[in-house]
């Protein structure tokens, strides 16, 4: 079975910190992909990232970046210098091959809050 | 406009009467799927589509029904509805397969049952 884990169930910091948000997956397929969400408090569900277990670099999107370690399982998403609009909820996902690839297993989700 | 629809957006309904979740979606996109999302639990998946008349269970399949007739709809059933299906649910799309593709949601359907 996969799982996902996201330890920090909730976060707050006030605007313009660095904060990283914990992934911590498992799978037994060696081809994968992970991806995040963002929740925000509208409810809507967005597409942030999606990475296959091929490609360890780092990625970089304006502030946001993701740093993948197979070596960890881990897939940390950091947002630099956040931003009052950075306040949502956050998913990390997993999709493995040996499930077809018809299953996207969530992790809990972290709440990040941040204050002016 | 690229999109995945669903009604209702909300309900509140009582146990045992029989509900219908409408998931409509007008990207021409293969999969479809079902999650429902509850507090600590993140979203889990309760049917998925490939395709046409093709369906099958999730994590969470136990107590819901779904069926694809039109490549476009996926509509959630509640035969009989308990409160321990109170949740918020999300319909999904996707090019493809939930694998690789990104996937599309739904505003979410909240859903109290009493």
């Known amino acids: 079975a996969q799982k996902v884990t996201q330890a920090q169930t909730e976060i707050s910091v006030v605007e313009k910190e660095d904060v990283t948000l914990d992934c911590v997956y498992e799978?037994?397929?060696?081809?994968?992909?992970l991806f995040w969400y963002k929740q925000p408090p509208s409810g809507e569900l967005v597409f942030l990232i999606r990475?296959?277990?091929?490609?360890?670099q780092n990625e970089i999107s304006g502030r946001y970046s993701w740093n993948f370690q197979k070596s960890t399982s881990s897939f940390n998403f950091t947002i630099t210098a956040s931003q009052v609009v950075d306040s949502a909820v956050y998913f990390c996902?997993?999709?493995?091959?040996?499930?077809?690839?018809?299953?996207?297993?969530f992790g809990g989700g972290t709440r990040l809050m941040v204050k002016p | 406009e690229a999109q995945v629809t669903q009604n209702p957006r909300y309900l509140i309904t009582v146990t045992g009467k029989k509900l219908t979740v409408t998931c409509s979606q007008n990207?021409?996109?293969?999969?479809m799927s079902w999650y429902r999302q509850d507090p600590g639990l993140g979203l889990r998946q309760i049917y998925y589509?490939?395709?046409?008349?093709?369906?099958d269970k999730g994590d969470v399949p136990e107590g819901y029904k779904v069926s694809r007739k039109e490549k476009r709809n996926f509509p959630l059933i509640l035969e009989s509805p308990s409160p321990n299906q109170t949740s918020l649910y999300f319909c999904a799309s996707s090019h493809g397969t939930a694998y690789t593709g990104e996937l599309f949601f739904g505003e979410g359907s909240r859903l109290t049952v009493l």
């Open positions: 990475r296959n277990s091929f490609d360890e």
């Open positions: 589509s490939m395709n046409v008349e093709v369906t």
């Open positions: 799978t037994r397929d060696t081809t994968y992909y």
């Open positions: 990207m021409n996109h293969e999969y």
């Open positions: 996902a997993l999709s493995a091959l040996y499930n077809a690839g018809n299953m996207l297993t």
